[in-house]
């Protein structure tokens, strides 16, 4: 993907497999967590969100994970297939705005 | 499919001109931002506006100027930029401004010449 930084951490599945990228984030005060999905040549898109309420919330083929106490946000993509090669992005809400980690390449291989 | 809308996709331009990038929802949203995406970085917020009042400046150099006329409407005027300006910038809005997701238009691939 040409919009996002050269030096990405880059996560190899095979399709099929289970996918999980992980997020350290900063705030301990942060209420509000969000993962986007980013392929190339477009803009981030929603897959999913929690909030500092729950440490689970699952989608279609998705599942967000919150760790309050070490500060750790996951995002488990299950049966991955080729689509789902994007780069993903977690953030969290900073008051009145979203903060963005750096992302995470993930590579699927037939 | 996306419920915002970038133009122009593409942009090259001199550092000397003056050009004018524009975004367009339909989501009936209240909050608009602008985000520049470059490499070897993640994504910063420029503006926020909220009900057309813009509410967040980011220490963005003044040849950056944005617009919002109406809550549909976010336009980023660019003036005299310089080559590390050359970036992805991204318009999006939310419902509100604060713990909600935000949604993305497809950004305007601006290159400075």
């Known amino acids: 993907g040409e919009s996002v930084g050269l030096h990405l951490p880059t996560l190899s599945v095979q399709e099929g497999d289970n996918s999980i990228i992980n997020c350290a984030y900063s705030n301990s005060a942060s209420d509000y967590f969000i993962w986007y999905k980013q392929e190339s040549g477009k803009g981030p898109q929603f897959i999913i969100d929690?909030?500092?309420?729950?440490d689970k919330r699952q989608g279609q083929r998705v599942t967000v994970l919150l760790n309050k106490t070490v500060k750790h946000l996951s995002l488990q993509i299950a049966a991955t297939q080729p689509g789902d090669s994007a780069v993903y992005f977690c953030a969290e809400d900073g008051y009145n705005k979203l903060i963005f980690g750096a992302g995470t390449r993930l590579a699927v291989h037939p | 499919e996306t419920g915002v809308t970038q133009t122009p996709r593409h942009l090259v331009m001199g550092m000397t001109n003056k050009k004018s990038l524009k975004c367009e929802q339909h989501l009936g949203h209240n909050a608009m931002y602008w985000y520049k995406q470059s490499a070897k970085k993640p994504l910063e917020l420029m503006f926020v506006y909220s009900l057309e009042e813009r509410v967040e400046n980011n220490s963005v150099p003044s040849r950056f100027s944005p617009e919002c006329p109406n809550s549909s409407h976010l336009f980023l005027h660019l003036h005299t930029l310089q080559p590390e300006d050359s970036a992805l910038y991204l318009c999006?809005?939310?419902?509100?401004?604060?713990?909600?997701?935000?949604?993305f238009g497809d950004g305007t691939r601006l290159s400075i010449l």
């Open positions: 999006a809005s939310s419902q509100d401004i604060g713990n909600q997701p935000q949604h």
């Open positions: 929690i909030r500092s309420n729950m």
